[in-house]
């Protein structure tokens, strides 16, 4: 099955936060979700040990490049879905993340030094593998309405869609996509009286994953999503 990679070389990114929306999105409409943590502060491992981790998602640590090979390869074979959630950095776990991967999201905050980092992901993608056509969007995150109206918000859009790659529904900042880390869970299963604003959250994932089946992921493999 298809694999995805979060990849960002700048720490803060969101990258984490937007996984775990993906695979709550995903396994919520039935899938099953295999999450691998590359990322040496193992945000998600730490987040599968709480309670609330759905039955359809299982996360597995990648603490070197061999594990991170096998458990994207292992994860084809029995998992609908497979993301990678990589490294903060350009040291090689990032790298390898977006080379195994059938498509590369890059989360990035709406500032223009925050463009130029994302940017400089697909840059060097393309230059160290040759892989130009390798599908890649850009996934604004932590965006508040505010930031969308700034004109640093709308500089930074424009540098991003002169790459001619997709951007993607991003994720807006939320108390409900932080919440996860606090409590456990995912904004699909978590209490709608115990945390404010799951309902936007769910949608902010579902269409995030909507459009990561529609704009980057072979139409044959598509998963219907369920909305309610």
């Given at each position: 099955?298809?694999?995805?990679?979060?990849?960002?070389?700048?720490?803060?990114?969101?990258?984490?936060?937007?996984?775990?929306?993906?695979?709550?999105?995903?396994?919520?409409?039935?899938?099953?979700?295999?999450?691998?943590?590359a990322d040496p502060n193992a945000p998600l491992m730490r987040w599968s040990h709480m309670a609330g981790r759905p039955d359809?998602?299982?996360?597995?640590?990648?603490?070197?490049?061999?594990?991170?090979?096998?458990?994207?390869?292992?994860?084809?074979?029995?998992?609908?879905?497979?993301?990678?959630?990589?490294?903060?950095?350009?040291?090689?776990?990032?790298?390898?993340?977006?080379?195994?991967?059938?498509?590369?999201?890059?989360?990035?905050?709406?500032?223009?030094?925050?463009?130029?980092?994302?940017?400089?992901?697909?840059?060097?993608?393309?230059?160290?593998t040759g892989r130009s056509t390798i599908p890649l969007a850009y996934v604004p995150s932590a965006t508040t309405m505010l930031?969308?109206?700034?004109r640093t918000a709308r500089d930074a859009l424009e540098q991003l869609q002169q790459m001619q790659r997709p951007v993607l529904?991003?994720?807006?900042?939320?108390?409900?996509?932080?919440?996860?880390?606090?409590?456990?869970?995912?904004?699909?299963?978590?209490?709608?009286?115990?945390?404010?604003?799951?309902?936007?959250?769910?949608?902010?994932?579902?269409?995030?994953?909507?459009?990561?089946?529609?704009?980057?992921?072979?139409?044959?493999?598509?998963?219907?999503?369920?909305?309610?």
């Amino acid at each position: 099955m298809q694999v995805l990679a979060s990849v960002s070389f700048k720490g803060g990114s969101g990258k984490s936060t937007i996984v775990l929306a993906l695979a709550s999105a995903f396994a919520d409409a039935g899938a099953r979700v295999l999450v691998i943590d590359a990322d040496p502060n193992a945000p998600l491992m730490r987040w599968s040990h709480m309670a609330g981790r759905p039955d359809t998602i299982r996360v597995l640590p990648a603490l070197d490049s061999a594990q991170l090979e096998k458990a994207a390869q292992g994860g084809r074979a029995y998992f609908d879905v497979v993301i990678i959630d990589s490294e903060g950095s350009r040291r090689s776990l990032g790298m390898q993340s977006a080379v195994l991967a059938d498509a590369v999201l890059v989360p990035c905050r709406l500032s223009v030094l925050d463009a130029i980092e994302a940017i400089g992901v697909d840059i060097l993608l393309r230059s160290t593998t040759g892989r130009s056509t390798i599908p890649l969007a850009y996934v604004p995150s932590a965006t508040t309405m505010l930031s969308w109206r700034e004109r640093t918000a709308r500089d930074a859009l424009e540098q991003l869609q002169q790459m001619q790659r997709p951007v993607l529904p991003g994720l807006p900042d939320r108390a409900a996509h932080r919440a996860v880390w606090s409590y456990g869970g995912t904004v699909h299963s978590l209490d709608d009286a115990a945390v404010s604003g799951l309902p936007s959250a769910r949608a902010d994932a579902e269409a995030l994953a909507a459009a990561v089946m529609t704009k980057l992921l072979d139409r044959g493999s598509h998963m219907e999503m369920r909305h309610g």
